[in-house]
């Protein structure tokens, strides 16, 4: 709490939410399918925990549940490697973070192919975007938590999806990105951030261009709202449906309902 006068009060629709929630709003970013391998023994589990920790050397870090199998494998060959996995393992992703590696051999029974790696003995998986191989340099124990920091020992990746950043090629060529539970998402569009020049005063300039932004998300809205509609009507109809361009954060079958329609690039409905 404040008494500084400069400072508004909560506004109404703010809800408070348990701290745990903190870990939820910082990922988000590109899961992955993390590899390791000891005593001819290999593991693979999905991890959101991660992030870059510098540039010179190249570094990173990752929290590893102290329970997990994995936890245990990398405190001995002290490396691992990253797989990011592309939208067509969406389903392995959810299922190997509920296999136990100690009791089953994960790769194996997902029949997931592999390949060499250039640095390190943990296995590469093939069908992924890019892979990241790393040694690791500090062991800290934190909480229920593990952090491994590591230095960065190879980078590889598919030119499809990543040049100097992620590339928005096909569905099937885009990393997945964990929102928790069984929710995933994908990147769908770019934007590009214009920062005032030197001779503007930015507190108009930012000022004009966050009612810019704001215009076009409610124009984008409604004209969503306008393609639904007719949509809507076409599926009544019977006809067949070009759902291109329509970006929906669901599926169109929940919002649309396709007992009548066939969408066009889609095998006809039973």
């Known amino acids: 709490m404040t008494n500084d006068p400069l400072i508004r009060p909560i506004p109404e629709h703010i809800e408070d939410r348990p701290k745990a929630a903190a870990a939820r709003l910082l990922i988000g970013g590109p899961v992955v399918l993390l590899t390791s391998a ?44 990253l797989n990011f996995p592309t939208r067509p393992l969406l389903h392995h992703v959810q299922y190997l973070g509920a296999m136990h590696g100690d009791r089953v051999d994960k790769i194996e029974a997902t029949q997931l192919e592999t390949f060499q790696p250039q640095k390190v003995i943990a296995p590469l998986l093939a069908a992924c975007a890019a892979w990241v191989e790393c040694t690791v340099v500090e062991v800290m124990p934190l909480g229920d938590h593990i952090l491994f920091v590591a230095l960065i020992a190879a980078v590889q990746v598919d030119p499809e999806s990543f040049d100097d950043g992620w590339i928005l090629g096909p569905e099937e060529t885009r990393p997945l990105h964990y929102l928790g539970g069984t929710r995933y998402s994908f990147l769908s ?31 984008a809205r409604d004209k969503r709202e306008e393609r639904l509609d007719a949509l809507k009507r076409e599926v009544e109809a019977g006809r067949a449906l070009d ?10 079958e929940h919002v649309l309902d396709l007992t009548h329609g066939h969408v066009l690039g889609e095998p006809p409905r039973e």
Do not use: Y
């Open 38 to 81: 000891w005593r001819g023994r290999t593991n693979v589990m999905p991890l959101a925990w991660h992030m870059p920790i510098s540039t010179d050397p190249p570094m990173l870090a990752i929290a590893v549940e102290r329970s997990r199998h994995t936890a245990e494998i990398i405190q001995h060959s002290q490396e691992f490697a």
């Open 189 to 219: 569009r770019v934007v590009e951030a214009r920062v005032p020049q030197a001779a503007d005063a930015p507190e108009r300039i930012l000022r004009e261009r966050l009612a810019e932004e704001l215009e076009l998300t409610k124009d």
């Open 243 to 252: 759902l291109t361009g329509l970006e929906l954060e669901i599926s169109p």
